[in-house]
């Protein structure tokens, strides 16, 4: 389990330069810097998550306590998730995040953060066993979509819908075949939910099909069947660690002899930070 982590100074520092990045253009060799650097973001990513093994991520609010029922829908998720076999991959964050990471936390599952680097200090919650940081969102999305078989969405804001939507236009478009998607806090969704199987249907912006992209429930039994029906954890063998990178052991929380050979550009996890 990983100590609560703060993002540190550098991150306002990140935060301005990200600003200036998306403020236009920039001389030809800035945009060269930001280009390596972006590349680089992206390998520490791989090499930090290419063990992690079969993983769910979990969306949802930082904003909900302890008490909240969702907190605790999120937390029952992601003890069910850890007995099927899956790690709970969050934003690492509190609220929804830390409720699933505590409930894989204590049925012994992997239990993962992937933040991103804000302004702000952030404090990592205490259920996980490794946190990676990215400075770009766009990069943790591809980490999350890359490393994860299915995504569970809980009640949340911007980031949330960003998350939600982005998702299920790359299934809708066939980049990312078999891929579930679970909504839960049905009463939370219900206006969004009906506005996609409704207007957005009816004014012909999506096809008859889509909605079915969802599923639509807070039940966690129905949940994790449907993400084993569509993405079981077998699916996912873990690669064994390449010795001619220095890597000696495999992710915590796996199955050595479910690794299979891999030579590629992957590591034992680091903070994200190489």
């Not at 306002?12 to 930001?34: C, N, V, Y």
């Amino acid at each position: 389990m990983t100590k609560p982590s703060q993002a540190g100074r550098g991150s306002s520092k990140r935060h301005r330069d990200t600003r200036r990045f998306l403020a236009g253009p920039q001389r030809r060799l800035e945009d060269l810097r930001w280009a390596a650097g972006i590349f680089g973001e992206f390998i520490r990513g791989f090499r930090a998550l290419a063990f992690a093994g079969p993983c769910v991520t979990v969306f949802g609010s930082a904003r909900f306590g302890p008490d909240h029922r969702w907190y605790a829908l999120a937390r029952e998720l992601g003890g069910a998730l850890a007995d099927a076999g899956y790690g709970t991959m969050t934003g690492g964050g509190p609220g929804i995040m830390e409720a699933a990471n505590r409930g894989a936390h204590e049925r012994g599952g992997l239990s993962l953060g992937c933040n991103i680097t804000l302004p702000h200090e952030q404090t990592a919650n205490p259920y996980l066993d490794r946190m990676v940081e990215f400075d770009h969102f766009f990069v943790r999305k591809v980490m999350l979509v890359k490393y994860s078989l299915a995504f569970a969405i809980l009640p949340g804001g911007f980031g949330t819908l960003d998350e939600l939507f982005e998702t299920a236009t790359l299934v809708q478009t066939g980049k990312v075949p078999n891929f579930p998607i679970v909504l839960m806090g049905t009463d939370y969704w219900a206006e969004a939910v009906a506005f996609v199987r409704g207007r957005m249907v009816e004014e012909g912006t999506i096809s008859p099909s889509d909605p079915n992209l969802f599923l639509f429930t807070d039940d966690v039994g129905q949940a994790l069947d449907h993400i084993r029906g569509i993405a079981p954890a077998e699916r996912a063998p873990r690669p064994r660690p390449a010795r001619v990178l220095g890597e000696t052991r495999p992710y915590p929380h796996t199955d050595e002899s479910e690794a299979r050979p891999d030579e590629d550009l992957a590591s034992t996890p680091t903070d994200g930070r190489t």
